[in-house]
């Protein structure tokens, strides 16, 4: 067929602690079993990369990125430019499943359009697409504005979108946007340890029915953590997005204050323990994050901060209030492991055309892996909001405040104090969002009502 393909491996990655490059499935690279079966289809085989040195035994072209940034669409572009075709199949090298006939499909479109992408459950998928190296030029021109959102540039293309009945089709034969983001989705072994459910004989009364099931229980996973060589605290999690969520942890607890504070950092699953190498010498009393509540109380007697010691959040950014009811009603529907086990909180963070969602037994421990998130990958907006199904405590408030998050939204309620908190640290609450109704607690100013 006279189309590429163009695998994107460059980059780092954000949710392994290693370059996804070198992801195994067995004996042998994800890559290069993706490798071996696209040559089945594609006569030229691009992979846009850092390493060349891991393709140089197999028949593929192995290109750099050629423009700077921290986004895939770089690697795109690189990928365009090098391509001897009008259109390529465009895939990420951690998509270990790669459906034929859904791409001959995607192929058989092709008719002038710059994109032929995919959307499934309301959500753009960028990867597993067809790209046109027509859009070369309105690459640079949109990365030249400083945007880098993939699925906003998606729709700034002429693209032609799949649609959801006959994605659904090609869907039912693998899960084919299915990507490797943690070391729990690689390795048999650890499946009993991390996942994030159990599969449990329940008995089960209806009435004066009374039969057996099985029933999807939600995982409580125990890790200690240590902290130069010291204990400094267990937790009970969802053992999902376990290294962001010790970073926002130590974060928000002012062990650290950005990630170069980290010298070293330990995760084993098997035996529940993290271990933590930091620069700083730690206390075991975290006073500072208890003198803020303090401040927040009023209680002179307890503490006195000044207010240049409090973590004020300063931006002048709008947000869309029909944009927030929209997002807030779709937020339960995204949530799949609280479906199936209705034991998770869900947080939702949100910024430019980036939604991401992270779950936990635990509201406190969600919001950390958000904040973990944010810092590993060094993003800093004033649009940046998140939306939780819990309600709205003043740790909460707190640890969103750290980071510089300016808006909360809850389906739930918040408490008195973090109302208080929200209100001395420039930090907007909504509450009670439900529907196309919401309570604005705290600067109110911040939100645009047309």
């Given at each position: ?188 072994d650890y499946l009993n340890i991390t996942s994030n459910y159990h599969i449990l004989d329940v008995q089960k009364v209806i009435g004066k029915e009374i039969f057996y099931i099985k029933d999807k229980v939600i995982t409580e996973y125990p890790l200690s953590i240590y902290v130069n060589d010291n204990h400094y605290s267990t937790m009970m999690m969802t053992p999902e997005n376990i290294e962001f969520l010790i970073i926002g942890y130590l974060f928000s607890e002012f062990v650290i204050s950005n990630l170069t504070d980290i010298i070293s950092f330990n995760l084993d699953l098997e035996n529940h323990r993290s271990d ?175």
């Amino acid at each position: 067929m006279n189309v590429s393909a163009i695998i994107l491996a460059g980059g780092n990655s954000s949710r392994m602690k290693y370059n996804k490059e070198f992801i195994k499935i067995g004996d042998s690279f994800l890559v290069h079993q993706q490798i071996e079966k696209l040559l089945t289809q594609f006569k030229e085989v691009i992979v846009v990369s850092n390493n060349p040195d891991h393709y140089k035994s197999l028949n593929v072209k192995v290109v750099s990125d050629i423009l700077t940034g921290n986004t895939p669409i770089i690697g795109l572009h690189s990928g365009l430019v090098h391509s001897s075709n009008r259109y390529n199949y465009c895939i990420a090298c951690d998509m270990a499943f790669i459906n034929f006939d859904f791409i001959n499909y995607m192929i058989s479109l092709t008719k002038g359009h710059d994109a032929y992408v995919a959307k499934y459950n309301n959500f753009i998928e960028p990867f597993n697409a067809v790209y046109s190296k027509d859009i070369i030029p309105k690459i640079e021109t949109f990365l030249n504005g400083k945007t880098y959102g993939f699925q906003r540039l998606v729709k700034q293309l002429n693209t032609e979108y799949i649609s959801e009945q006959k994605v659904s089709f090609y869907q039912q034969k693998m899960d084919m946007f299915k990507n490797i983001n943690k070391e729990s989705d690689l390795y048999d072994d650890y499946l009993n340890i991390t996942s994030n459910y159990h599969i449990l004989d329940v008995q089960k009364v209806i009435g004066k029915e009374i039969f057996y099931i099985k029933d999807k229980v939600i995982t409580e996973y125990p890790l200690s953590i240590y902290v130069n060589d010291n204990h400094y605290s267990t937790m009970m999690m969802t053992p999902e997005n376990i290294e962001f969520l010790i970073i926002g942890y130590l974060f928000s607890e002012f062990v650290i204050s950005n990630l170069t504070d980290i010298i070293s950092f330990n995760l084993d699953l098997e035996n529940h323990r993290s271990d933590i190498i930091v620069k700083k010498q730690i206390e075991t009393n975290n006073t500072q994050r208890l003198n803020i509540l303090s401040t927040a109380c009023s209680n002179a007697q307890l503490v006195k901060m000044k207010d240049e010691d409090l973590p004020f959040v300063k931006t002048n950014y709008k947000f869309e209030l029909k944009e927030i009811l929209n997002e807030v009603q779709t937020l339960n529907k995204k949530s799949i492991l609280f479906r199936e086990t209705g034991g998770v909180h869900s947080v939702e963070v949100l910024y430019d055309d980036e939604k991401l969602l992270f779950e936990d037994i635990g509201r406190h421990n969600a919001v950390d892996k958000v904040v973990g998130y944010l810092l590993k990958n060094n993003i800093k907006r004033d649009d940046i909001y998140i939306i939780t199904s819990g309600r709205i405590s003043s740790d909460i408030l707190l640890k969103s405040a750290l980071i510089n998050i300016s808006l909360i939204v809850s389906r739930s309620a918040p408490t008195s104090l973090a109302v208080k908190l929200a209100d001395k640290l420039g930090v907007t609450i909504i509450g009670f969002a439900r529907e196309k109704k919401l309570n604005i607690y705290t600067h109110q100013d911040r939100i645009k009502k047309e």
